[in-house]
C-alpha cells in the first residue's frame, strides 16, 4: 500500500506541475485573456515591481535551494526516497501558479505588432519553438525521471532504481542548456510585448541564467573533468559559438 501511495503522490505531483507550466505559457500567450498576466492594472507602478520581483524571488529561490544536492540529502532524512523528487515538483508547480496568480499587472507598451501580418505570425511560430524546444528538452534527459515518476514506479514493481546517464546528444550537442533557452525564447518571442510581459520576461530570463551557473557548479563537482570538458566544447545557449562537440558523453547521474 505504501508503493501505491506514493505512486499516487508522484502522478499527482506530475499532474500540477504539468497544468502549472502550460498555465505558465498560456498566460504569457495573449490567446486566451481571462488567465493572461496582461490584466487591468491595480496597484501603483512602484508596488506592482516590488510584488513582482519577490514573486520570481520566492520562485527562484525555492527551486534553486531544493535543487542543490546538499539539500536533497537532507531532506531524504524526512522523506521516503523515491517521493523526494516528486515532492520538489510539486512545490515547484504549486509556487509557479501562484507566481503567475498574483503576478502584478503594470501596464505600458513596448512593441506591438499588427495582427495578421507575416512578423506576427512568425513571433508566435517562434513562441512555440521555444516552448516546444523546453518539453522535447526534459525529454532528451528523461521526462517521467524529471519529474519523479519513474523514481516511484521503480519502487511499485519492487526495481531497484538506477541512476540515468547522462548523454550528450541532440540539442544538447548545440548548446548545454536547450530547457532554459527554450523558455527563454518563449517568453521574448511575442507580438505584443507590455511593460508587464517585459519584466515577467526579464525576471525569469535571469532566473533562468542564475540557476544555469548553479546548476553547472553541481554537474562540475559530480562529473568532474567529463563535464568541463564538455562545458569548453559547447556553449551554454548560442549555439555554434564553440567547438563542435566531437564525442558523445556519457556522464552518469549522481
Do not use: C
Not at 73 to 94: A, C, D, N, Y
Not at 170 to 193: C, E, Q
Not at 223 to 233: A, D, L, P
Amino acid at each position: 500500500m505504501k508503493k501505491i501511495l506514493q505512486f499516487v503522490y508522484s502522478t499527482a505531483a506530475y499532474l500540477i506541475a504539468f497544468a502549472s507550466l502550460l498555465f505558465w505559457i498560456l498566460s504569457v500567450s495573449h490567446l486566451i485573456p481571462a488567465i493572461s498576466i496582461d490584466r487591468p492594472a491595480s496597484l501603483p507602478f512602484w508596488m506592482a515591481l516590488l510584488k513582482n520581483v519577490g514573486l520570481v524571488m520566492l520562485f527562484g529561490l525555492q527551486h534553486s535551494i531544493m535543487a542543490r544536492p546538499s539539500f536533497k540529502k537532507w531532506l531524504k532524512k524526512f522523506l521516503p526516497v523515491p517521493i523526494e523528487r516528486s515532492t520538489f515538483v510539486l512545490i515547484s508547480g504549486l509556487l509557479l501558479a501562484f507566481l503567475v496568480v498574483q503576478w502584478a499587472p503594470m501596464g505600458g507598451s513596448i512593441w506591438s505588432v499588427e495582427k495578421g501580418t507575416v512578423l506576427y505570425l512568425l513571433l508566435y511560430v517562434l513562441f512555440f519553438f521555444g516552448w516546444g524546444m523546453l518539453f522535447v528538452s526534459t525529454f532528451l534527459i528523461n521526462h517521467f525521471d524529471l519529474f519523479g515518476l519513474r523514481q516511484t514506479y521503480f519502487e511499485l514493481i519492487n526495481k531497484p532504481y538506477v541512476a540515468l546517464e547522462f548523454r550528450v546528444k541532440s540539442l544538447y550537442k548545440v548548446v548545454r542548456h536547450p530547457l532554459y533557452l527554450g523558455g527563454i525564447i518563449g517568453l521574448w518571442a511575442t507580438p505584443i510585448m507590455s511593460g508587464t510581459h517585459f519584466v515577467f520576461a526579464l525576471l525569469l530570463s535571469a532566473y533562468f541564467v542564475i540557476g544555469t551557473l548553479f546548476e553547472e557548479r553541481d554537474m562540475k563537482n559530480v562529473f568532474g573533468e567529463q563535464y568541463e570538458q564538455y562545458r569548453k566544447q559547447v556553449p551554454m545557449f548560442l549555439p555554434y559559438t564553440k567547438r563542435k562537440v566531437k564525442t558523445l558523453f556519457s556522464i552518469k547521474k549522481a
